[in-house]
């Protein structure tokens, strides 16, 4: 293998421990128990896990809950503190202030931000509403384009009727 590499024993032993730590984000994890279970000395452990992923095992778990935060920031209601405290940062200080610094938005501002841009695949929220309600309570009425447009479809063409869907 190149050099720095580990060999492939321990680099799968890396990629298990890589695995929980993206099962367990919520838990205190410490170098000691990573290097315990890949079965290394913390000191080659931190070695290893550079060479194999290109960052340490901190740096590792820290972009791991903040990708977790955004996508619970993006999809729930719950207030900050509480993804704080699910993705494993102990304090909503030190979080927003790591968020900030990775979004360029504290946690707020990047779910007010992409609130406006996430919408349900598949679902338009005009379409459930009824035509007469936008009828009656649009702030522009049919009468008014005619007015601004006469050459509009709603004139042009025989008068609808009674059984036409769409006015001509």
């Known amino acids: 293998m190149g050099k720095g590499l580990p060999v492939s024993r321990t680099l799968r032993r890396l990629c298990q421990?890589?695995?929980?730590?993206?099962?367990?984000?919520?838990?205190?994890?410490?170098?000691?128990?990573?290097?315990?279970?890949?079965?290394?000395?913390?000191?080659?452990?931190?070695?290893?896990?550079?060479?194999?992923?290109?960052?340490?095992?901190?740096?590792?778990?820290?972009?791991?809950?903040?990708?977790?935060?955004?996508?619970?920031?993006?999809?729930?209601?719950?207030?900050?503190?509480?993804?704080?405290?699910?993705?494993?940062?102990?304090?909503?200080?030190?979080?927003s202030t790591l968020f900030s610094r990775s979004a360029g938005l504290s946690p707020l501002a990047f779910r007010r931000s992409v609130r406006t841009l996430v919408t349900v695949p598949g679902r338009h929220p005009w379409a459930f509403v009824p035509f007469c309600f936008c009828e009656h309570f649009s702030p522009v009425s049919r009468a008014d384009l005619v007015r601004k447009n006469p050459s509009s479809p709603a004139r042009s063409g025989p008068p609808a009727k009674s059984g036409d869907f769409f006015p001509r």
């Open 17 to 95: 421990v890589r695995d929980l730590m993206r099962d367990c984000l919520d838990e205190g994890l410490t170098l000691a128990d990573l290097s315990l279970e890949a079965g290394l000395s913390e000191w080659h452990f931190l070695r290893a896990f550079r060479a194999a992923f290109g960052e340490t095992p901190h740096a590792f778990l820290t972009r791991i809950r903040l990708e977790r935060a955004r996508h619970l920031l993006t999809v729930t209601t719950r207030s900050v503190t509480e993804i704080c405290l699910d993705v494993g940062f102990s304090s909503p200080g030190s979080f």
